[in-house]
């Protein structure tokens, strides 16, 4: 006897895919996350394209996370340049442009961060079925997002030019550098954002979560001494440690035949998960103390390994990325150059690089070559194709430890498990169609 049942819509999330589960004998034994998003062959295209181009090119793969594929592409390319010869010091970009780049990919994991507490997660622990409905519960709650949103949006327009793809990211920095006094001006908006996050943090820890907890071999940028956002090696939490080059060797990814989505392993067998929680993980003890506590007094230890509370996590985050604006904010001073020199190479030599930052999903890797001045190579790993593996074990535990719902109960339970990753899948409409066999 076949049982079968569908979601027509999952709302709040990005992208195209269906779930089959089939259960033998009250067990399940298969789970496919089926993405079946058309191929965007960004990575194709790029060939032939002058190197400079790729931080504008790339930008437009997603328009949440712009600022994430422009500072690793500009990472990779300027890893690239610097083998080229001649002094690294003098080719890397200047501590004030490092600064106002971590200034900017704050304002993005702000707001994207924002926009998935607010506006895609909260209401599957509220009973809505989405921000319009959450409007109508708690108005407050919901203008307090929208704030947190603006906040993170304005610095983004404030150093990149624009909120949505910015314009002033170059390889090597910038083109332009913004002035002190609008550098300054963001403390006001990011002073009460901090509140508002702290606010959100202590609002999302009172959600009833579900009972999980999944041994993850979590994977994400460890800070060096602070909390990672653009740079680092790459670490797991099996105590492996690597440059983004050496992790773009040991990270596997494969076609199946269910899905365009690429899967990634670690040394083609082990299925691993980025995003907060691994960084949370990982770098939990490099919080700053107002952070730290804050997340204590929510109820998290130094890791967290229940998906469904990953939305307190990112809360965490928001917090992080407030208080670090702040601190670039307070002491910051325009950069003599706003871009470094970029070098040149000799005619025929080829230039391979590789770039690793923390978009707000997970961690996302570059790889390029370049000759001549033109890609000739690309790699791109965005944070999904890196969980998508995960995020089936954890539709496989929900799924099993639901049979005994009802039917509407046990399909939200699965959609939720999906959005605890906030899974970037395409920007086409949103479904999910789930099919259960029972045998």
Partial sequence: MTHSFVVDLLSRVEGEGGLKVVVQDGSVEEVALNIFEPPRFFEAFLVGRAYQEVPDITARICGIC?????????AAIEDALRSAGGDAAELAPAYEVRQLRRLLYCGEWLQSHALHVYFLHAPDFLGCNDA???????????????????????????????????????????YRAPGAEAIRALAGPLQDALEASLKTLEWVSRFDFPSLENDYLFVALRGEGCYPIDSGPVASSAGHEWSPAEFAEAAVEEHVARSTALHARLFGRSPYLTGPLARYALNSSSLSPLAKAAARDAGLGPVCRNPFQSIVVRAVEMVVACEEALRIVSSYTAPAEPAAPLPSAAPGQVLV?????????????????????????ARIMPPTSQNQLSIEADLRAVVGAGLHLAHDELTHRAEMAVRNHDPCISCAAHFLDIEVQHR
């Fill in 66 to 74: 712009p600022v994430a594929y422009q500072m690793t592409a500009c």
């Fill in 132 to 174: 319009v409905a959450l409007a109508g519960t708690d108005p407050a709650a919901l203008q307090r997002g929208v704030a947190l949103k603006k906040t993170g949006n304005l610095v983004m327009k404030t150093v990149g030019a624009r909120a949505i793809h910015p314009v002033n990211v170059r390889v090597g920095g910038f």
């Fill in 353 to 377: 690089g590789t770039g690793a930052t923390e978009a707000p999903r997970g961690l996302l890797l570059h790889r390029y070559e370049i000759k001549d001045g033109l890609v000739t190579k």
